[in-house]
């Protein structure tokens, strides 16, 4: 009888001591923290939006594989091309309106800017650039001016203005013909250089038998970025 008390104290004991355990393993809380907890710190670890970050910066920034002296390339190009068509569109009207001597130096200008001009969006289509249609609103401006003068007033004010663009688009072209990455576009640079400093000389030579004061040439810093001679 002593026996089989004992033996049911054990039992009891078991039984009252395993529900904790066994509840402990099948609690749904715990269950469900681990199995969330798994997720959460894998989605930690991974990087799914930085990874998509690279690519949403190289599209702002322009084509993969473009460096930014090939988006400056371009941006020469189509300013060269607008300076030309300002060169080509005044050239007519003072061809037109200008002493003999101007009328010269104005068809010569007209001749070779046109030609620089087809052989730079020749250049802009290897490159993908599209060009302007029309000419900037300041060679607008200067060609509006230049209609409402007549004889030395039209002289002077034309040949101070085409030698002022000049010496800018000369100082462009050689800043681009150390720099220039695209071949097509660096042979036409170094071969403008030569026209431009041409029509410079030009330029000056008709103000002097004209009796035309050109403005001094401006100073510029020395560049370091370009090889010395």
């Known amino acids: ?32 923290a681990g199995a969330i907890a798994g997720p959460q710190s894998s989605q930690s670890g991974s990087t799914p939006s930085s990874a998509n970050q690279p690519t949403s910066m190289r599209d702002s920034l322009g084509a993969p594989g473009q460096n930014g002296q090939e988006i400056l390339d371009k941006q020469f190009v189509r300013k ?50 599209m060009l302007p249609k029309k000419i900037s609103k300041d060679g607008q401006a200067e060609y509006d001016k230049l209609k409402g003068l007549n004889g030395k007033d039209f002289d002077t004010e034309y040949l101070t203005f085409i030698v002022k663009a000049h010496r800018q688009e000369l100082h462009n072209f050689y800043m681009e013909s150390s720099i220039a990455v695209n071949p097509d576009l660096q042979a036409e640079v170094v071969k403008v250089l030569t026209t431009m400093r041409d029509h410079l000389h030009l330029i000056s030579t008709t103000a002097t038998d004209e009796g035309i004061t050109l403005p001094p040439r401006p100073s510029r810093p020395p560049s370091t970025s370009t090889a010395k001679n």
Do not use: F
């Open 80 to 129: 060269a091309a607008e300076d030309g068509m300002v060169d080509v569109k005044l050239g007519t009207l003072a061809a037109d309106k200008g002493s003999p001597a101007v009328k010269d130096l104005a068809t010569k200008l007209v001749d070779d800017h046109t030609e620089i001009n087809k052989d730079l969006a020749t250049v802009a289509d290897t490159l993908g650039v």
């Open 1 to 32: 009888m002593n026996a089989r008390r004992v033996c049911v104290a054990v039992v009891g004991a078991a039984v009252v001591l395993l529900p904790p355990v066994l509840l402990a393993q099948m609690d749904p809380v715990s269950t469900n």
